[in-house]
């Protein structure tokens, strides 16, 4: 089973941050935290992922809290392509991605 | 941008036939996999192999299932007598050497079993 949990959907307006949180709690001291994304049944595409220290690329930042039981990733500045449902995953490695349901975003104009 | 690549985008079989889902990963990435979703569940990781050989497999991946790297530039998925409930998208992914890193997924095979 996927050791985070996530909001099933959230909204977010058009040009504003999309702030996604996850939870967990359980992660071991050698598991990374990954963001993945699915838009409408494509394959999952990778966002960003993190360790200990918080993490930006020229998608999206990733905020780690200093306990490492929850994270956050944030999209600066939200457009309608980022409609998807996004991924937090607990993992040592890319070996076995353990999926969870996610949370779908919607961006509204 | 390179990409993984999947043939054919939609496939359709008979219950109890062989199929093979072909995946030509990135050229460079040592790394293969191989995942499903059967339709509005969840992603499910089925295989990765390295270095011509399994690394680490699932559950769902039982006797039924084989992966193949045949010419080096090829990653294949054989199911070998296919069930209703093979019915899923199946995802190929591929990564480089560093293991801590992204997985580049392909677009996937929608195989459906009738």
């Known amino acids: 089973d996927a050791k985070t949990t996530q909001p099933p959907s959230m909204d977010c307006a058009e040009g504003r941050a999309a702030n996604l949180p996850c939870n967990h709690s359980?992660?071991?001291?050698?598991?990374?935290v990954y963001w993945y994304r699915q838009i409408h049944s494509q394959g999952p595409q990778y966002i960003i992922h993190?360790?200990?220290?918080?993490e930006t690329n020229e998608m999206a930042s990733l905020i780690i809290t200093e306990d490492r039981k929850s994270s956050t990733l944030i999209l600066p500045h939200a457009t309608l392509r980022d409609t998807a449902v996004y991924y937090c995953?607990?993992?040592?490695?890319?070996?076995?991605?353990?999926w969870g349901a996610g949370t779908k975003l919607i961006i509204k104009p | 941008e390179p990409e993984v690549t999947q043939t054919p985008s939609h496939q359709v079989t008979q219950m109890g036939q062989e199929v093979i889902l072909r995946c030509v990963p990135i050229s460079n990435h040592l790394y293969f996999y191989w995942y499903r979703q059967i339709l509005g569940q969840k992603v499910e990781f089925l295989v990765s192999f390295y270095n011509n050989e399994i690394s680490e497999k699932s559950e769902i991946f039982d006797d039924q299932f084989s992966v193949e790297r045949p010419d080096g530039s090829n990653f294949t998925l054989k199911i070998r007598s296919t069930k209703l409930e093979d019915s899923a998208m199946y995802f190929c992914?591929?990564?480089?050497?560093?293991?801590?890193?992204?997985?580049?997924f392909g677009q996937g095979t929608r195989l459906t079993v009738v």
């Open positions: 359980t992660i071991s001291g050698n598991e990374y």
């Open positions: 993190g360790l200990k220290n918080n």
């Open positions: 995953i607990v993992c040592p490695s890319n070996y076995q991605l353990i």
């Open positions: 992914a591929s990564s480089d050497l560093t293991v801590y890193t992204e997985a580049f």
